[in-house]
């Protein structure tokens, strides 16, 4: 019997998403609340919490500490260090566990400053410890708003930090700030209206005394954006639609990022794009579900957009829907347009842009060293292009299977590879500078895709069908090294279950990977030789992160599974060290 799989990020989320609008017995916060902290709880410990903008902007090279959910403004995911490294992680022992009270998927990547860890959980609890011993210090609990309506598990993926603030995206579409050392809360904001579909799980990115945060939605039919707030108060700088105003639309792409046709009925689209007079693009969703890239010389942020709204049924959407499926590059100041490169237009597969962007360096077609953007897709490819232009440099060959691209859903069911959760789903990638390498967790998820005919719903769950997953047919993951200067696969090692929750690579020639079993491992970056390897007792469905306290390196990584493919779940954070 075939298991309903009706979104680009769930296995069994169907039943999820029925029930995702919530109601919680706690209503909107008042003043003294939001200002005594009531929401935080601890014993006052002697922790000093201080990171301004110089040490967000040298985090790339900070060995003590991790800064950013993805490291840096960069994004590379690697940590500069190498006191663990290829010759001596096979001793590497686990130094502490500490338990969460959420038993419920984890894909935070903690944040570390100054010897302080700050982890966050599902459904918004924060919390800061001593990151040598793993004792807490204090334990933050948001108080969700009367409804929330969110897709893929009640996840959240982490915290931002500038100054003495820690900031958070919530459930409920709020953005709360909350001071570092007490964990007490400073203010929020409301960035999006929850009973029209918008939720946050992503982490935030700070930057010049500005938060940048995407929204969720895309699969309820909301209209998706990254909005810029001010750090010290929460008052809205500028909004950035990944939807365009009415009179954008009308283009017709023949051909995928790859040269692929897609198989579309452009005729059939004029038509009803005709009749329809393009009034959909207040509905046509584009998420942006992961934190952005920041390119500090240029003032660039790079961000990608997920799907358009409804997944499956493309004839209420005629056109290719920009800027879905597309990688997005815009001024941090202002929130203009600068450029963006779509990879697949007018989806109806579900194959969104999802796993966060990545700046480094790759060689061009001539030999020539230029400053990349580059992308994780689902479609299993890593994308390469100019950081300036959003020229297409290269794509690189298929890390996972590809089959019957791009047939067109039909109502009985039509077989096509990769499916709807990929290729690389929401996990972000690493990149070794040195080898220019990236690291890609990959899945193989074969699936059938049903379209049925559906109209705008009012904020509730809009899919236009659904993905089915083929239960004859083996599912597994698939850890990827990728050259950036060619585009071919350096090594690959295949796991028994799909790969989600991202990767970390260090100095210490290693890259880290964790699976849905439980088991969390250690890679040699230049063979994909495994040279270590622990059992978590629940998934490793989160991205690791490195940081010394005293001259010691230590590895953290949540295992708490994951909602979306229905791994084991549980409630801890891991740190290893050697002995």
């Known amino acids: 019997m075939q298991s309903a799989m009706p979104w680009p990020h769930a296995a069994g989320r169907l039943l999820l998403g029925l029930l995702a609008t ?67 992680v096979g001793k590497l022992r686990p130094v502490f566990n500490f338990q969460t009270a959420v038993v419920e998927s984890m894909e935070t990547a903690p944040i570390v400053v100054d010897g302080v860890m700050f982890i966050t959980t599902s459904y918004n609890h924060v919390y800061a410890l001593d990151a040598v011993t793993g004792k807490e210090f204090w334990h933050y ?21 500038l100054g003495g603030k820690l900031y958070m995206g919530t459930l409920d579409a709020k953005l709360v700030a909350l001071d570092a050392k007490t964990g007490n809360p400073l203010w929020q904001t409301q960035i999006a209206d929850p009973e029209a579909g918008y939720s946050e799980t992503m982490a935030p990115v700070v930057v010049d005394n500005t938060v940048l945060i995407g929204t969720n939605g895309g699969e ?26 009415k009179g954008h639309e009308g283009k017709w792409a023949v051909n995928d990022a790859t040269g692929r046709n897609m198989l579309r009925d452009i ?42 709204s409804p997944d499956l049924y493309g004839r209420e959407r005629p056109g290719d829907n920009l800027y879905t499926d597309s990688i997005v590059a815009i001024d941090v100041k202002t929130g203009g347009y600068k450029w963006h490169y779509q990879y697949v237009a007018h989806d109806v597969w579900d194959l969104d842009a999802v796993s966060p962007v990545i700046l480094t360096e790759a060689k061009d077609k001539a030999g020539k ?60 990638m690493a990149v070794n500078p040195t080898l220019r ?10 699936m059938t895709y049903h379209v049925e005919e559906s109209r705008y719903p009012g904020g509730k769950l809009w899919l236009g069908g659904a993905f089915k997953t083929i239960a004859s047919e083996k599912q597994w993951g698939r850890l990827s090294a990728v050259n950036l200067d060619t585009g071919k696969i350096a ?61 010691k390196q230590y590895i953290a990584v949540a295992a708490g599974g994951n909602t979306q493919l229905d791994f ?5 954070v891991l740190v290893f060290a050697l002995p």
């Not at 969703?285 to 358009?308: C, I, K, L, Q, S």
């Not at 390498?437 to 074969?446: C, E, F, K, S, V």
């Not at 040279?531 to 991205?543: D, E, I, K, S």
């Open 22 to 88: 919530c109601c919680w017995c706690s209503a909107a916060w008042s003043q003294a609340e939001i200002q005594g902290g009531a929401a935080a709880t601890g014993v006052p410990v002697p922790i000093t919490i201080a990171v301004p903008q110089s040490r967000l902007d040298g985090a790339a090279g900070d060995k003590a500490n991790f800064l950013h959910s993805n490291g840096s403004y960069a994004q590379t995911r690697y940590y500069a260090a190498s006191q663990i490294n290829s010759g001596n």
């Open 141 to 161: 609990k948001h108080k969700m708003g009367a409804v929330t309506t969110y897709c893929c598990g009640p996840n959240n993926r982490g915290v931002a930090v």
């Open 220 to 245: 309820y039919g909301i209209r998706g954006f990254v909005k810029a707030f001010d750090a010290n108060d929460g008052h809205l700088l500028w909004t950035f639609y990944t939807i365009p105003e």
């Open 267 to 308: 005729a059939a689209e004029k038509d009803q794009f005709a009749k329809g007079g393009g009034e959909f693009y207040k509905t046509l969703g584009g998420g942006v579900w992961m934190a952005p890239a920041v390119d500090r010389e240029t003032g660039t942020v790079f961000f990608v957009v997920g799907n358009p």
């Open 369 to 428: 060293l230029r400053k990349v953007a580059i992308h994780g897709g689902k479609t299993g490819h890593v994308y390469v292009h100019d950081r300036a232009t959003g020229e297409l440099i290269r794509f690189s060959d298929a890390m996972i299977p590809q089959e019957n691209m791009w047939v067109l859903p039909t109502p009985q069911g039509a077989r096509m590879l990769p499916g709807a959760n990929g290729g690389v789903e929401w996990s972000p």
């Open 437 to 446: 390498y990236a690291y890609a967790a990959n899945l193989h998820q074969p």
């Open 491 to 551: 090594w690959q090692v295949d796991t028994e279950q799909p790969l989600i929750g991202g990767v970390l690579a260090t100095a210490g020639n290693l890259v880290f990977n964790g699976e849905g079993n439980g088991l969390f491992s250690a890679f040699d970056a230049k063979t994909g030789k495994m040279l270590w390897q622990y059992p978590c007792g629940a998934g490793v469905n989160a991205p690791a992160v490195s940081y010394m306290v005293k001259g």
């Open 568 to 572: 084991k779940r549980g409630n801890s």
